[in-house]
């Protein structure tokens, strides 16, 4: 976190974006920490987030949430793409990784949403348990990019089972340089799917 002080707030915005080498105010997260008005003098300080500080933020909050659980994990943090990537290691893998990984992607949820309130702004976080993530993965890109070739073969549109986005995320990057397939997402929550479909 950084702090920056001028007559105003715009002024203080100013300031963070040439230190942080951005052309505008709206890739930093930021909230006003102190405003001081006098009769002849005025400042406002601003202090500017950065990951270090959203990291510092979702790693706390699993540590009182995961307490319930009775257990004390490991985090190892690591940032890709604008994506904060956290992976938890613990000797009770199962229990936070849930059923077909339920718990964990309840997790994840929460740590989403807590960042949003906190931080006012959209924040992309992946949590991963013993790389049960990153073997999803090859599973369900394996799945889409065999169901993608009979597609090809047959001209007949086919939909995938229901999964969380950053899963549908990892199958749309798959499928983006397959001739004559397009990909969307359909459906809604919990029920929200891929559908692959020919194209001429």
């Keep these: 976190m ?32 102190e405003e001081k008005k006098g009769l002849f003098k005025r400042s406002v300080t601003i202090q500017v987030f950065e990951y270090s500080d959203f990291i510092e933020y979702a790693i706390d909050y699993l540590k009182k949430v995961i307490l319930a659980f009775e257990i004390a994990p490991e985090f190892n943090p690591t940032i890709d793409e604008d994506i904060i990537h956290i992976e938890i290691s613990t000797n009770h893998n ?7 990984g339920r718990t964990l992607q309840a997790l994840n949820e929460l740590v989403k949403l807590a960042l949003s309130v906190r931080f006012k702004r959209r924040i992309r976080v ?40 950053d899963e549908r995320r990892v199958v749309h990057n798959a499928l983006s340089h397959f001739d004559h397939i397009k990909t969307e997402s359909t459906g809604t929550g919990h029920h929200r799917q891929i559908a692959i479909k020919y194209v001429e």
């Design 94 to 100: 199962s229990i936070l990784i849930g059923k077909n």
């Design 126 to 165: 992946l949590l991963d348990i013993n790389e049960y993530k990153t073997e999803k993965y090859t599973k369900v890109i394996s799945i889409a990019k065999r169901t993608a070739k009979d597609v090809q073969r047959t001209k007949v549109d086919a939909l995938l089972d229901p999964m969380p986005a």
């Design 2 to 33: 950084k702090k920056f002080t001028a007559k105003t707030t715009e002024e203080a915005l100013e300031l963070a974006t040439l230190d942080f080498g951005v052309t505008n105010t709206e890739s930093l997260i930021y909230e006003v920490a």
